[in-house]
């Protein structure tokens, strides 16, 4: 193997000792088994149909874009990471990748990523899948998320845009539809990464980075998050009421929105002194359950109306 220099740590050269469980784990597989399941659900949310055997390509490509995101992102962060106790143990940080292994993976998975998507699919979704991966790894990882408290709000686009890459991937156009599927993503990010960052608060000011509490306070913060949460609720309504789901949709989403709502209430009657932050974890830990089921609920009622369609015809 050759040998190369760590910028984490520049002053030891080292061989390259890494397995394929972490060049896995440079792919941020959480983050990217979320990626894949909302951009399903916008595949089969779509009005058309795709060839099966297409469809398992094309989510194949949007994990592997997904996963590219992820590891230019470790390969760029890997300074900042290496202070957070959250990411320490990364495969850059903890030096088990090196710099230069994570950058030469991230881009090429990115380009296979791209040009499969455009080749085998259509060239629509695979400008989206490029885009999603550039605002990602350069607009978000390189500027918003070092210089601005609103990194996560501008940020978040990237990780909205998997449902349209879904179903332009079906349809080779988008719709209103798939936006308001990118809407619901896009107001869930603020609350659930402040959430986060209320009760890591410390890590991001050790790193220097300007996450909302560090820099607004966490009263602030407190609010901005019950504020996305009011405009979360109906957003995640918004498909029943526009008449793309049934009404078995309409009240998992509602029920989902009001109990995040509650979470977001409890944060913001959090006391400055709460250095325990119960409310802020357990809204990040609802967050999550929230995305998850709103959109298998998606997914439900759009296969049980496939399939009543179908019988119908």
Request: hydrophobic share 55%.
């Amino acid at each position: 193997m050759a040998i190369v220099k760590n910028s984490v740590d520049d002053q030891a050269f080292r061989m390259s000792e890494a397995t394929a469980g972490d060049f896995f784990a440079l792919l941020k597989p959480r983050v990217m088994s979320l990626v894949v399941f909302t951009g399903f659900v916008g595949m089969v949310a779509a009005p058309d149909t795709i060839n099966p055997f297409l469809a398992i390509i094309a989510i194949l490509a949007i994990a592997i874009g997904a996963g590219a995101s992820g590891a230019l992102n470790m390969w760029y962060d890997a300074d900042i990471d290496a202070i957070m106790s959250r990411t320490v143990n990364r495969p850059v940080p903890s030096g088990k990748v090196t710099p230069h292994e994570a950058l030469t993976f991230g881009l090429v998975l990115s380009v296979l990523s791209v040009m499969t998507l455009g080749v085998l699919i259509n060239w629509l979704s695979a400008a989206l899948l490029a885009f999603t991966i550039f605002f990602y790894a350069v607009v978000y990882t390189m500027w918003l998320k070092r210089w601005t408290p609103q990194n996560i709000v501008i940020g978040g686009a990237a990780g909205a845009l998997p449902p349209m890459i879904g179903w332009a991937a079906v349809t080779g156009s988008l719709s209103i539809e798939s936006l308001v599927l990118f809407m619901i993503t896009f107001l869930w990010t603020p609350p659930h990464f402040w959430a986060l960052a209320l009760f890591k608060s410390q890590d991001y000011e050790r790193a220097g980075i300007p996450m909302m509490p560090n820099v607004k306070g966490e009263a602030s913060t407190r609010r901005q998050i019950f504020a996305y949460s009011l405009l979360l609720a109906p957003v995640g309504v918004l498909p029943w009421i526009l008449g793309y789901t049934t009404v078995g949709y309409g009240i998992v989403s509602l029920a989902l929105g009001i109990g995040f709502v509650w979470y977001a209430w409890k944060v913001l009657q959090m006391p400055d002194s709460d250095r325990v932050m119960k409310p802020a974890k357990q809204l990040f830990a609802y967050s999550l359950l929230y995305l998850f089921v709103i959109f298998a609920a998606y997914l439900a009622d759009s296969v049980v109306e496939r399939v009543f369609a179908l019988g119908g015809a």
